[in-house]
Nanobody, 115 residues
Framework: QVQLVESGGSLVQPGGSLRLSCAASGSFLYVYTMGWYRQAPGKQRELVASITSGSATNYADSVKGRFTISRDNAKNTATMEMNSLKPEDTAVYYC?????????WGQGTQVTVSS
């Protein structure tokens, strides 16, 4: 069993920055691909960024060059730095851990980009 707890969501002005953190607990976390997803009102949940156990990263086209995902296997954390935030980045952001058929989600953290 893996438990994920997100933090760092907030209200921020357009052009601002935020750092989201995901604290994970469980066994063999280093084998999991960690990801950040988001869901805006009335929209489907979408992948924002992911990082594999070997630290290969993948980003949605809409956030490339603005968001950076990283992980610290010693601390069992996954972090996403978000820069140049836009109103369309407003959503609930969810941390995800995935390995084989195992798939875990955090409770989500709200990010609102508004002036």
């Amino acid at each position: 069993q893996v438990q994920l707890v997100e933090s760092g969501g907030s209200l921020v002005q357009p052009g601002g920055s935020l750092r989201l953190s995901c604290a994970a607990s469980g066994s063999f976390l280093y084998v999991y691909t960690m990801g950040w997803y988001r869901q805006a009102p009335g929209k489907q949940r979408e992948l924002v960024a992911s990082i594999t156990s070997g630290s290969a990263t993948n980003y949605a086209d809409s956030v490339k060059g603005r968001f950076t995902i990283s992980r610290d296997n010693a601390k069992n954390t996954a972090t996403m730095e978000m820069n140049s935030l836009k109103p369309e980045d407003t959503a609930v952001y969810y941390c995800n851990a995935r390995y084989s058929e195992r798939n875990y989600w955090g409770q989500g953290t709200q990010v609102t980009v508004s002036s």
